[in-house]
């Protein structure tokens, strides 16, 4: 297990939940959906000791679900790292921030999708890049 899966799973662990709406009220974390450049899919920021999830209101559900991880994984992993860190419109950036931002996203979204279907144990390459939102080789490489 790396260090981002040992993140996600005690995360999930201290909120019972992969939930990342229900992780983000248990954390006091404002999730804001605003106009922003289309470039831009989402921010973090810290004001007055809050955190604030700033999403571009243009994303689909999904996208916003990706993206909400993704900044929490900022939060999570890389804590106070100053400031406001912009997420890339691309997947998989070079930053190593960004590439264990997204990698945190994908982990808890799979585990949500995991709790959600008790029933069903196996996901499939296909299944898990839709859910995490990755491409299909890098679902491969980091789950399979
Ligand atoms: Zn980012």
């Known amino acids: ?16 939940s992969a939930d990342t709406k229900t992780i983000c009220e248990n954390m006091g974390i404002i999730i804001l959906s605003l106009e922003l450049p ?4 989402g921010f ?13 209101d243009t994303l689909d559900d999904d996208r916003k679900r990706f993206t909400t991880a993704h900044e929490l994984g900022h939060i999570v992993v890389h804590g106070c790292t100053n400031s406001i860190s912009l997420s890339c419109s691309t997947y998989f950036c070079t930053s190593k921030y960004e590439r ?4 945190f996203a994908a982990y808890l979204l799979m585990t949500a999708e995991y709790d959600r279907c ?4 196996t996901l499939t390459i296909q299944q898990a890049s839709q859910i995490a939102h990755i491409p299909e080789e890098k679902a491969d490489e980091l789950f399979f």
Do not use: P, Y
């Open 44 to 56: 973090t920021m810290k004001s007055h000791g809050r955190w604030f999830i700033v999403l571009n």
């Open 100 to 103: 264990e931002a997204d990698m």
């Open 118 to 121: 008790i029933e069903c144990d």
């Open 1 to 16: 297990m790396n260090k981002i899966q040992k993140c996600v799973q005690d995360l999930v662990i201290e909120h019972g």
């Open 38 to 41: 289309e470039r831009v899919n």
